[in-house]
């Protein structure tokens, strides 16, 4: 807690440098009324803003979009030291994230744009139109593992969709979300409280979801959406849920054994493990289990993690996740698996770590790690690998190689998940028209792509009357003889099926 002379005693909290706990800035802990004042000035500028209408709001986006893409090496930097991850992951984060910003500016209108609907023949009188209206004022509250990538799947999409924001970065990367919302300050000087930013722990995130917010899209754990969902059932506030996830590979017969654990390392291991779409399990069939692991094997045991530059990984963002990494691998070795490269944890830093032989009950198999390790599992079949990978309580995505593609897509569309990637490992989060999402555990609702656009908006439906029906069927003054006449006609229409 600090204070400044003469003014009320301001709540603080550090940003630290994961690499060596360094404080790297002091932020304010925003409390339930400076949130709501927050949420109510961003209601004002969400008229303006929604009034501007497609074509008024792109070059505004395009303004923000030239901010980020012009400021990319001070960002990326950033992102190095707050987050720990390498400084040329941060840019290929940026870049993915700037895509999304255009992609959704040029397809506002074409996606929400109003559009006349077919009325049908009872309704032959009526023009029907159907167009998407924004919500108001959305509440983004985002994880730290891709502090920029990840929020901006929702701020883009709900501002190119006439919305405000609100953005409640974590409290582990609050720089980072500092940094993005002076970007669009500075592109957009004219509607500044367009796009803002609280900062603080849990409670301020849950007073966002109370100060009057129309939706709040969160990303984060499942536990703590449980949280978010609670508190935005109080006010029947609508929820974008993006949670964790549990993602397995399969790995079946006559598949490149390579390509496929090139990918598996990069899925599990990029990120330092902490990517909701990581690859956590691969499930490999019997012929081509050995080839596999072997290749998996020796290229995790080159990678290096560390913070020097050249570095594969960094080290663990949030300081709390290294005791449940350490707790899965204990739980794995424990219950009879063994870590054929890697198994161990110095500081911050975990080593590249593949297990096998790790029972299916195990904290390593069922529990979201969140770590630069992954489990790889014999299977007889893609049948029993399919069966093995969709046993969790999560579904965000997936990825399969076999022998063809057109076998991998077969054995994708049987993956209980959002997403699904063949012959790679991802891809689909860097497609801007695929919808980004899951089921289960891992959440609803969807984020880039039409989908996407959509989740921030409200379908209105509009009639327009052109004439009058020759005999009217809503009104007091129907004829006797009309409910024969209906009787007749649904029997005609309907009656022979
Ligand atoms: P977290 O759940 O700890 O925190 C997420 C955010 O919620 C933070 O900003 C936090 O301050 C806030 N928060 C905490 N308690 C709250 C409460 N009671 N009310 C409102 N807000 C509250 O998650 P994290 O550790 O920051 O992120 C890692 C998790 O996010 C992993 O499970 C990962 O899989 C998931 N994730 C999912 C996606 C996706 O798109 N599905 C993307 C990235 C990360």
Redesign the pocket.
């Known amino acids: 807690m600090t204070a400044t002379l003469g003014a009320p005693a301001i709540e603080t909290f550090d940003s630290l440098d994961p690499a060596t706990g360094a404080v790297l800035s002091t932020w304010p802990v925003h409390t339930d009324e400076q949130v709501q004042a927050t949420v109510a000035s961003a209601s004002e500028a969400a008229r303006w803003w929604g009034d501007l209408g497609f074509a008024g709001r792109k070059p505004h986006l395009a303004a923000w979009r030239g901010e980020i893409a012009r400021g990319m090496p001070e960002l990326a930097a950033l992102m190095h030291s707050e987050n720990g991850k390498p400084y040329a992951d941060a840019v290929l984060e940026i870049t993915l994230a700037v895509e999304h910003i255009a992609w959704a500016a040029r397809n506002a209108r074409r996606v929400l744009g109003s559009r006349r609907v077919r009325s049908g023949m009872l309704a032959a009188n009526q023009a029907s139109t159907l167009e998407y209206a924004p919500l108001g004022v959305v509440g983004v ?6 502090p920029v990538f ?1 929020p901006m799947g929702s701020l883009a999409y709900a501002l190119a969709a006439g919305n405000a924001v609100v953005f ?5 990367t609050p720089a980072i979300g500092a940094w993005l919302v002076e970007a669009w300050k500075r592109a957009v000087p004219q509607a500044p409280d367009v796009v803002q930013l609280v900062t603080g ?2 409670p301020t ?2 007073a966002l ?1 109370r100060a009057g917010v129309d939706k709040i899209a ?7 959406g449980r ?2 969902m609670a ?1 935005c059932a109080e006010g029947l506030v609508p929820v974008l849920m ?4 549990k993602d397995a590979m399969i790995v079946g017969d006559g598949a490149d054994v390579k390509a496929a654990a090139d990918a598996a390392l990069w899925g599990a291991m990029s990120n330092a493990g902490q990517t ?1 779409t990581g690859i956590e399990r691969v499930y490999v069939t019997d012929a081509s289990y050995d080839g596999f692991l072997d290749e998996l094997t020796s290229r995790a045991a080159k990678l290096r993690p560390g913070s020097a530059e050249g570095a594969s990984y960094g080290p663990i963002t ?1 300081p709390g996740q290294i005791d449940v990494i350490k707790r899965h691998l204990a739980d794995a070795l424990a219950s009879g698996g063994r870590a054929v490269t890697g198994g161990t944890v110095e500081g911050a830093l975990v080593a590249p770590t593949v297990l096998v032989d790790v029972p299916e009950t195990s904290a390593a198999i069922t529990q ?1 790690t ?1 770590g630069p390790t992954v489990t790889v599992t014999r299977v007889a079949d893609v049948d029993e690998a399919v069966r093995l990978a969709n046993a969790t309580s999560y579904g ?1 995505a997936g990825s399969v190689f076999a022998a063809s593609s057109k076998a991998g897509v077969e054995v994708a569309r049987r993956l209980r998940s959002g997403m699904a990637s063949v012959n790679s490992v991802i891809a689909f989060a860097s497609v801007p028209g695929l919808p ?3 089921v289960g555990e ?2 609803f609702g969807r984020i880039h792509g039409d989908d996407g656009l959509r989740e921030f908006t409200r379908p209105k439906a509009i009639t327009r009357q052109r004439f009058a029906l020759p005999v009217p069927l809503t009104s007091f003054e129907r004829p006797d003889g009309v409910t024969g006449q209906l009787v007749r006609l649904a029997r005609l229409r309907h009656g022979r099926g």
């Open positions: 509250i985002g994880p730290w593992n891709y990840t409640k970065p974590s409290e582990h722990f849990g995130g849950a979801c969160f990303t984060g754990s499942s536990a703590t949280k978010v508190a993006e949670c964790g996830g909701c949030m979201e969140f965000l980004f999402g899951g891992s959440g």
